[in-house]
């Protein structure tokens, strides 16, 4: 893929993203729409890529992983229906643009990275952009980060291969957690699916097929072994 020559106008492209690529489809949160609009995804993306930054598909950001499809970021956000005094636990760091525009649509931000380089990337981004609502954390997000629970949402940027426990146990009375699962009949095949923790217990929903790269996790691991 050989990237342009000349400047891109990012903020023509970031325009044309939330016109066509959300709002043109159904992504009608005004919140969301809002901080995608603002927040500078070129930022987030390797140089060589950043004028593909507002492209209709994921995208690489090293270490084996990528930084998500812009409307895909953007429904999982929709989904969790943030309205600004929410905790929410996000799993899957990356690259760090998730992790900001929950900083612009949440109270606090508690956000899992296993990939140390990634995370420190993700730190100096956030704190160029003035962020300062978020608790970055290395380590295995299988586990989540029970000091900080309850978490009114929490969002999982990485396949799981089942329901992780500790993330369920986490969730908040009225949560919402997105989260995508590989299906068991198929490995290959992953379900994004939502789940809202009632009075009566949790009710899952699956919502659409996606293709994200898997959750690895030592715990996860060990405990299928057990």
Not at 19 to 25: F, K, V
Not at 41 to 65: K, N, S
Not at 177 to 196: C, F, G, K, S, T
């Amino acid at each position: 893929m050989d990237a342009p020559t000349d400047t891109p106008d990012f903020e023509a492209l970031r325009a044309a993203m939330v016109r066509e690529q959300l709002a043109g489809r159904d992504i009608t949160d005004q919140r969301v729409l809002d901080a995608m609009g603002r927040l500078p995804r070129e930022r987030f993306v390797p140089e060589a890529y950043q004028a593909y930054a507002y492209a209709d598909h994921p995208l690489p950001i090293g270490e084996g992983q990528t930084i998500s499809q812009p409307y895909i970021v953007a429904y999982m956000l929709q989904m969790l229906a943030l309205r600004g005094t929410e905790r929410v636990l996000e799993v899957g760091t990356g690259s760090g643009y998730q992790t900001a525009l929950l900083c612009m649509l949440a109270a606090q931000v508690i956000s899992i990275e296993r990939i140390e380089t990634l995370s420190a990337q993700a730190a100096e981004r956030l704190a160029a952009l003035g962020l300062t609502n978020v608790h970055l954390i290395v380590g295995d997000g299988w586990l989540g980060a029970p000091q900080y629970a309850p978490y009114q949402a929490i969002t999982v940027s990485a396949a799981a291969a089942r329901l992780p426990k500790p993330l369920l146990a986490q969730l908040d009375e009225g949560g919402r957690m997105v989260i995508p699962v590989r299906e068991r009949h198929n490995q290959e095949e992953q379900a994004l699916i939502y789940l809202r923790r009632t009075r009566c217990g949790l009710r899952a929903k699956k919502l659409c097929g996606v293709r994200f790269v898997p959750l690895i996790s030592d715990q996860a691991a060990a405990d299928q072994s057990n």
